[in-house]
């Protein structure tokens, strides 16, 4: 006749499958640990976020169990219940989440349950990927209410020439974080509705009908060199900035890039071999929808003087020979 104490939720975590994800294989699989070991999940599904070409030519999302292998599955296959949240792990790198098809899916998961997009990049580099996020303030009446049940205000919506049409009509907000401490903690509020007021938050405004188009185009088409390297260099990390000159030594490929990271930036990480890799700067040769540890980056020739230029520095010879012996 006690009640019995049981774990609140039920989890879907789910990893995005493109390119740049196998070098964050360590840090997803460490935070799946993490997120077995709080006890607060019954169950935890682990899926994959791919994308394959669709009937008429454009890219479709598609859910695959947690290997590579796994056949496809619909994205509306999740298994639902009014306990379960899910959670979606990328670095934001990929076109694919420019894409309106992709962002529709976080619009239709996030009208039936609590959703949330988990950044592995810090806040700092997330606008540089052509996502329109937003400051928001976020306020849920309730105990495991979907996104689409939450109250949304934007503090800047002022600044807007029409406030009131910079919240569409049918959107649902999808918060963005980094996946820290402090972040989860937000969400967490959020989902048991153990706040007394909004919770801040960064959201990605979703649609479930995806407009026409294919939401991708690169704004930076018709870049001259000279102003690919400026607009880099204005943004970016000053170890991310020498990481590039080093790396512009030639082609290289994921192996080269870590070695002559390892050697000569030492005091660099992951973010910082991301963030370089990623600025549209380096070019993928061959298959460029395949993985990244499976394909050469390479620069065109007058970025790569461009790049020096602006640096004042010429390819060291280490940097070339540690390069040839992993290439």
Same mark, same amino acid.
């Given at each position: ?6 774990? #609140?939720? =039920?989890?879907? &975590?789910?990893? @995005?499958?493109?390119?740049?994800? *196998?070098?964050?294989?360590?840090? +997803?699989?460490? !935070? ?121 205000? #934007?503090? =800047?919506?002022? &600044?807007?020439? @029409?406030?009131?049409?910079?919240? *569409?009509?049918?959107?649902?907000? +999808?918060?963005? !974080? ?150």
């Amino acid at each position: 006749t006690k009640p019995a104490v049981e774990r #609140l939720l =039920d989890l879907t &975590l789910v990893v @995005d499958a493109s390119p740049s994800m *196998p070098l964050w294989d360590m840090s +997803v699989a460490a !935070f799946e640990t993490v997120l077995e070991q709080l006890g607060t999940f019954r169950t935890i599904q682990r899926c994959r976020l791919d994308a394959m070409p669709g009937p008429d030519g454009r890219t479709v999302p598609v859910l695959r169990g947690g290997t590579k292998n796994a056949p496809a599955r619909r994205t509306t296959a999740l298994g639902r219940s009014d306990r379960r949240v899910v959670l979606v792990v990328t670095d934001g790198v990929d076109d694919r989440w420019r894409d309106p098809a992709f962002t529709a899916v976080l619009a239709r998961w996030g009208r039936s349950m609590p959703t949330a997009l988990v950044n592995l990049l810090p806040q700092r580099l997330w606008p540089r990927r052509g996502q329109e996020l937003h400051r928001a303030r976020l306020t849920a009446r309730g105990t495991l209410l979907p996104n689409a049940r939450w109250s949304l205000t #934007l503090p =800047d919506a002022w &600044l807007e020439p @029409d406030p009131d049409l910079v919240v *569409p009509q049918g959107a649902v907000p +999808v918060p963005v !974080f980094e996946c820290q401490p402090r972040w989860l903690r937000r969400w967490a509020q959020l989902v048991v509705g153990g706040n007394n007021g909004p919770v801040p938050a960064t959201v990605l405004l979703t649609h479930e009908q995806a407009p026409t188009g294919t939401g991708a185009e690169a704004d930076e088409a018709g870049w001259t060199a000279e102003e690919q390297v400026r607009a880099f260099m204005a943004s970016a990390s000053p170890l991310a900035r020498r990481l590039a000159t080093l790396l512009a030594a030639g082609p290289v490929n994921l192996a080269a890039a870590k070695a002559i990271q390892s050697e000569l930036v030492p005091e660099s990480d992951l973010v910082h071999l991301v963030e370089t890799l990623a600025s549209g700067l380096f070019e993928p040769r061959g298959d460029t929808n395949g993985p990244w540890d499976t394909i050469m980056f390479s620069l065109q020739p007058e970025v790569r003087k461009q790049l020096h230029d602006t640096n004042g520095l010429r390819t060291a010879p280490a940097c070339e020979q540690i390069g040839r012996a992993h290439v």
